[in-house]
């Protein structure tokens, strides 16, 4: 099993930033991959930003260059950074980890971002 607490989630202006943190713990050295997904109310959760443990990123369109994930791994830790926000980056994120394949997954409990104009 793996446990993971996000931190970080909060009320911003448009145009201003925010870091979430994902703290992982437990059977970690089975985690693969670990990632942010987000959910705005009404919608699908969708991808966000992954990060694997040998460093590769992966980001979708709508924040690509503006969002920055990182992980320490001696704090088995996963961060986004998140500049320039805009209201459309209103949702619920979610921290992820999954073994290879996918076999397991597990999610954090969510932290709000809301990004007013």
């Known amino acids: 099993q793996v446990q993971l607490v996000e931190s970080g989630g909060g009320l911003v202006q448009a145009g201003e930033s925010l870091r979430l943190s994902c703290a992982a713990s437990?059977?970690?050295?089975?985690?693969?991959?670990m990632g942010w997904y987000r959910q705005a109310p009404g919608e699908q959760r969708e991808l966000v930003a992954t990060?694997?443990?040998?460093?590769?990123?992966n980001y979708v369109d709508s924040v690509r260059g503006r969002f920055t994930i990182s992980r320490n791994n001696a704090k088995d830790t996963v961060y986004l950074q998140m500049n320039s926000l805009k209201p459309e980056d209103t949702a619920v994120y979610f921290c992820?980890?999954?073994?290879?394949?996918?076999?397991?997954?597990?999610w954090g409990q969510g932290t709000q971002v809301t990004v007013s104009s």
């Open positions: 990060i694997s443990w040998g460093g590769a990123t």
């Open positions: 437990g059977s970690i050295r089975s985690i693969n991959i």
């Open positions: 992820n980890a999954a073994s290879l394949g996918r076999l397991y997954e597990y």
